[in-house]
Every structure is written in C-alpha cells, then in structure tokens.
C-alpha cells in the first residue's frame, strides 16, 4: 500500500491475485501524472494571452501546431455523443507517438486511434489511456481495445464515469484530487490510481481520485465565436471541464457566431475564451457519432467500421480494415473530404433524424 492508503475490505474478498494488482496502473509504487501536473498546467494557463483575438484555424493549422509525441490527449463527448472525429482524423494523418488518451466514455475516437496504430505503428502510437468506458453502446464492445488488452499493448487506468468527470473537475478547479463515494469496496480500488485514505475530519474511509491534466483538450460544440467562447447544447458531457482542464484545447464547432450573438445570452457559454486556443469551424465535425440539434448518428458506418475492426481482431488480417483508412482518413486531405464520400441521403436522413432539436445560435 501507498503511504496514507488504506483500504475497504475489497483486499480481503478480491480473487484478483498480487501480480495482476502490481502490474495494473495502480500497482506502481509512486504516482506520477500521466499528463501536466496541476504547477505545469497553471503556469501554461498564466502565460496564455488574456485579450480577445481571433483564434480561428483550419483543423491541419490546429493539430499541427498542439500535437507533439508522447503527449496527453483529453477526448471530449460521451461514448457516440459529439465525439471530436474531424480531429481524431487529422491527428492520424499527422501522427503522434506514446500518447495517452484521457477520456470519460468513448466509441469511435480511441477506436480509430488504435487502429491506425496498429496498422501503422511507426507513425502514431497509444502507450496508456485513463478512462471510464471505451465501447460502442448499444452496437457492441470495442474490438481493437479487446485485441490491445488481450495483447497487453496498452496500460489502462479504470475509473466509473463519475470518477473520470471529477478528474476532469478538479484539474479545471487547479486543485490535485478530489473525493468521490465510489470506486471503494470494488477491484478498482486496487488497480487504478486512486487512493482510499482515512477523512482527516471523520476518521471514515474516503475515496480520492487524482485530477487528470492533459496537455491537450479536444472539445466538439454546438457553436463558437472566433475567439473560442462555446455554446453546447443537449448533454455537455464534462466537455466544459475538460477544456479548462487541458494545458491547450482545440475547439472544433459546427458554426461560428458572432460575439455579438454570444454576449446576447452570455450564460449559454459554457466553455470561455479564456481556455481555448483555436477554433476550427467544421460542419458533421462528430459524424459518424450524433450531435444534439443537427443530425443523429449513422449506425451503418460504425457498423461498417466495427465490422472491420472486429475482423481484423479475429484474423489479423489487415486488408478491410486498412481500406478504410486509406479511403476514409489517408485518402482525405480534409474532414470535408471525408464527408464529400458520404452519400447526401445519408446526410440528410441523419439530420432529420434529429428532428430539429432546440438550440440557440441567433
């Protein structure tokens, strides 16, 4: 046990031996931030200009200029819910090794992540990844996040989607941890990197979870001004807080407003300017994955994706699944490319789908 640690009487009832608790992500004998630590984020945050400027780019511009190798990537949406696809795209074609991947719940972007990594693992690579849940909802478990565990090519910190949205809160908050009343009494609390410690009020058990700091934040919204002030509408999805928790964030929005429009309604801002450090305008930017008030998700595609990955998993045969990237990522030059190969039905029925959700953009 770590010093101050405690425990439940989960160390007595587990089945889960010694060895696999020492070489789980809560087995190292030390903590160390898997992204920022909370000085290195507040310093990042202090020398970041302060005055109203024009932060928008093109998404290469953006992933160009933030992603570096062996960095901490923050993946904002939940599960098929305005997943940052356009930018999961472009940081493929770019190419990025030993990353980590912080997220609540996600489907399609670590996804596509871990299967350009396994394809081309020369040119991008994930080491470890803090998470809650990676899988497809309703459509299925992950395929390529079975063959990296069962491979052992990836290390995994697991924490429920309360535990991973107050990361996010206290590294928004500048703060190291925070407590939470769950993760104790379960496996997690041995194997991830939380900490049961003794409530120096109460005496009781408490459960702590580390802030999670990453160095970048990719956040997909409703609507944005030039200067990075967001608007989200439908679930936020812990997006606001994962934006102020990122040392950087990219802020890709289904359309610019003016901010003029944004001072009308000042409390629809859910993410400030302050926190954003480019804007890429991107209509579909979450397709294949569903985006309240503009268009649902498109099972087929994902369907059709899984499909390969799953393939891939069972065969190790490459083929279906590289088609897919050289036609849908590597044969792109931009996101709009992307979509340009997507059949306008397609498009429409899945805005029409949504039905014309309420939001607020004039």
């Given at each position: 046990?770590k010093?101050?640690?405690?425990?439940?009487?989960?160390?007595?009832?587990?089945?889960?031996?010694p060895?696999?608790?020492?070489?789980?992500?809560?087995g190292?004998?030390?903590?160390?931030?898997?992204?920022?630590?909370?000085?290195?984020?507040?310093?990042?945050?202090?020398?970041?200009?302060?005055?109203?400027?024009?932060?928008?780019?093109?998404?290469?511009?953006?992933?160009?200029?933030?992603?570096?190798?062996?960095?901490?990537?923050?993946?904002?949406?939940?599960?098929n819910?305005?997943?940052?696809?356009a930018?999961?795209?472009?940081?493929?074609?770019h190419?990025?090794?030993?990353?980590?991947?912080?997220?609540?719940?996600?489907?399609?972007?670590?996804?596509?992540?871990a299967?350009?990594m396994?394809?081309?693992?020369?040119?991008?690579?994930?080491?470890?990844?803090?998470?809650?849940?990676?899988?497809?909802?309703?459509?299925?478990?992950?395929?390529?996040?079975?063959?990296?565990?069962?491979?052992?090519?990836?290390?995994?910190?697991?924490?429920?989607?309360?535990g991973?949205?107050?990361?996010?809160?206290?590294?928004?908050?500048?703060?190291?941890?925070?407590q939470?009343?769950?993760?104790g009494?379960?496996?997690?609390?041995?194997?991830?990197?939380?900490?049961?410690?003794?409530?120096?009020?109460?005496?009781?058990?408490?459960?702590?979870?580390a802030?999670?700091?990453?160095?970048?934040?990719?956040?997909?919204?409703?609507?944005?001004?030039?200067?990075?002030?967001?608007?989200?509408?439908?679930?936020?999805?812990t997006?606001?807080?994962?934006?102020?928790?990122?040392?950087?964030?990219i802020?890709?929005?289904?359309?610019?407003?003016?901010?003029?429009?944004?001072?009308?309604?000042p409390?629809?801002?859910?993410?400030?300017?302050?926190?954003?450090?480019?804007?890429?305008?991107?209509?579909?930017?979450?397709?294949?994955g569903?985006?309240?008030?503009?268009?649902?998700?498109?099972?087929?595609?994902?369907l059709?994706f899984?499909?390969?990955?799953?393939?891939?998993?069972?065969?190790g045969?490459?083929?279906?699944?590289?088609k897919?990237?050289?036609?849908y990522?590597f044969?792109?030059?931009?996101?709009?490319?992307?979509?340009?190969?997507?059949?306008?039905?397609?498009l429409?029925k899945?805005?029409?789908?949504?039905?014309?959700?309420?939001?607020?953009?004039?």
């Amino acid at each position: 046990m770590k010093p101050n640690e405690t425990c439940s009487a989960i160390r007595n009832a587990s089945s889960l031996q010694p060895e696999v608790i020492a070489k789980s992500a809560g087995g190292a004998e030390k903590f160390e931030w898997w992204g920022l630590s909370p000085e290195e984020a507040r310093k990042i945050m202090v020398n970041k200009p302060k005055s109203l400027r024009d932060k928008t780019s093109t998404m290469k511009e953006a992933v160009d200029r933030y992603v570096k190798d062996g960095m901490n990537i923050g993946i904002g949406g939940f599960v098929n819910t305005r997943p940052p696809v356009a930018a999961i795209h472009e940081i493929i074609r770019h190419g990025a090794k030993d990353l980590t991947l912080s997220f609540q719940s996600n489907s399609i972007c670590p996804e596509l992540l871990a299967g350009a990594m396994l394809l081309y693992p020369e040119h991008i690579s994930v080491k470890r990844v803090e998470l809650a849940w990676w899988g497809y909802e309703v459509i299925g478990i992950a395929p390529l996040l079975r063959y990296l565990n069962s491979k052992g090519m990836i290390l995994m910190d697991d924490y429920t989607n309360l535990g991973m949205a107050a990361r996010f809160k206290a590294a928004s908050m500048g703060i190291e941890f925070m407590q939470v009343r769950d993760h104790g009494g379960a496996d997690m609390e041995l194997t991830n990197r939380g900490m049961m410690v003794k409530s120096p009020f109460t005496g009781k058990n408490t459960y702590l979870v580390a802030a999670s700091y990453p160095d970048l934040a990719l956040v997909h919204v409703t609507a944005a001004d030039k200067f990075g002030n967001s608007r989200i509408f439908g679930a936020t999805c812990t997006c606001p807080e994962l934006a102020l928790a990122g040392g950087h964030c990219i802020v890709s929005t289904e359309q610019i407003i003016s901010n003029e429009i944004i001072r009308t309604y000042p409390n629809l801002t859910e993410i400030p300017y302050s926190a954003v450090d480019a804007v890429v305008e991107q209509r579909f930017g979450s397709y294949p994955g569903v985006h309240y008030g503009h268009y649902w998700f498109d099972m087929e595609h994902i369907l059709m994706f899984r499909k390969a990955s799953d393939n891939f998993r069972k065969t190790g045969k490459t083929d279906e699944l590289k088609k897919y990237y050289d036609e849908y990522i590597f044969g792109c030059e931009t996101f709009d490319d992307f979509l340009s190969k997507i059949p306008y039905k397609t498009l429409k029925k899945l805005r029409d789908l949504d039905g014309g959700q309420p939001i607020i953009v004039g």
